[in-house]
């Protein structure tokens, strides 16, 4: 069974700043198959990223995604007030990561 | 597109409860289905998956041997059967959808989620 192990634990940024999200994998998971979601208080998980980068409909193009083998990464080029939650990095259809929290600065 | 889950509750440590999850607005027969959980306060653990026509099913380590994944096509639902519960199975239920309908994508759509709290 994939581990999937996010860092780090909380990132305190200020809007306009840029996030870089890291999932590390236990074994190689192929680009296709790692996904990111993002969770805000209260609410139900919502898919940003799958799929080799594939941004999920209404997703705005600051948030992108790379990485190969067991390292992953999720970018929010500039971030925005509506950005603050926790993201998780999935393998697709199995484990998820812990999360990381972005929280405002 | 609507996942709307249901069946959850307050039992005590042992019991069993069935959770329900409907499906609307799309082909569901045509999609495998997940569930995935979230203890108060943590993170998202998947927990099952059955296949579009139920041949095949999977479960995560936690919960084989007291939960079971089934469907039912002719009434768009899926249905999570969880047996011998334990307070660690507390928490938010969802179902979720994959994207291109197999296993292994991301899922795109997300029920709102039911409460199970185990607890004597």
């Known amino acids: 069974e994939i581990v999937l192990t996010q860092s780090p634990g909380t990132l305190s940024l200020s809007p306009g700043e840029r996030a870089t999200l890291s999932c590390r994998a236990s074994?190689?998971?192929?680009?296709?198959?790692l996904a990111w979601y993002q969770q805000k208080p209260g609410q139900t998980p919502s898919l940003l990223i799958s799929g080799a980068s594939r941004r999920a409909t209404g997703i705005p193009d600051r948030f992108s995604a790379s990485g190969s083998g067991t390292d992953f990464t999720l970018t929010i080029s500039r971030l925005e007030p509506e950005d603050f939650g926790v993201y998780y990095c999935q393998q697709s259809g199995r484990a998820f990561g812990q999360g990381t929290k972005v929280e405002v600065k | 597109v609507k996942l709307v889950e249901s069946g959850g509750g307050a039992v005590q440590p042992g019991k069993s409860l069935r959770l329900s999850c409907a499906a609307s607005g799309f082909t569901f027969r045509s999609f495998a289905m997940h569930w995935v959980r979230q203890a108060p306060g943590k993170g998202l653990e998947w927990v099952a998956v059955?296949?579009?026509?139920?041949?095949?099913?999977y479960l995560a380590d936690s919960v084989t041997g007291r939960f079971t994944i089934s469907r039912d096509n002719s009434n768009n639902t899926v249905y999570l059967q969880m047996n011998g519960l334990r307070p660690e199975d507390t928490g938010v239920y969802y179902c979720?959808?994959?994207?291109?309908?197999?296993?292994?994508?991301?899922?795109?759509?997300w029920g709102q989620g039911t409460m199970v709290t185990v607890s004597s």
């Open positions: 059955i296949s579009f026509d139920a041949s095949n099913t």
């Open positions: 074994q190689i998971v192929p680009f296709i198959y």
């Open positions: 979720a959808r994959p994207f291109s309908g197999t296993y292994h994508d991301a899922f795109d759509v």
